[in-house]
């Protein structure tokens, strides 16, 4: 679980902050902690971290909602590895 509470302490601090290389500190922390996590639970990690972001998204407006829908993005990508 420590990867896991990383990885969501890092989106909520760089959706909060909104800043401008986010997106692209999003993926490495989304990759480091899939790095970190054993595969077959890739994807029930992937949907706690989505869940995560969009309540967090739900709380945030303008560039900061923009920033959480292209890590949801971001995280529905990979998770269509699992489809």
Same mark, same amino acid.
């Given at each position: 679980?420590?990867?896991? %509470?990383?990885?969501?302490?890092?989106?909520?601090?760089?959706? *909060? +902050?909104?800043? *401008?290389? @986010?997106?692209?500190?999003? +993926?490495?922390?989304? +990759? %480091?902690?899939? *790095?970190?996590?054993?595969?077959?639970?890739?994807?029930? @990690?992937?949907?706690? #971290?989505?869940?995560? #972001?969009?309540?967090?998204?739900? %709380?945030?407006? @303008? #560039?900061?909602?923009?920033?959480?829908?292209? #890590?949801? %993005?971001?995280?529905?990508?990979?998770?269509?590895?699992?489809?």
């Amino acid at each position: 679980m420590a990867h896991l %509470d990383k990885c969501l302490d890092s989106l909520r601090s760089l959706i *909060a +902050e909104a800043h *401008a290389n @986010g997106i692209q500190m999003a +993926e490495k922390a989304i +990759e %480091d902690f899939l *790095a970190a996590t054993p595969a077959s639970a890739h994807k029930e @990690g992937l949907e706690s #971290v989505q869940q995560a #972001v969009q309540t967090h998204r739900d %709380d945030v407006t @303008g #560039v900061h909602r923009s920033l959480a829908d292209l #890590v949801n %993005d971001y995280i529905e990508e990979k998770m269509r590895a699992f489809e």
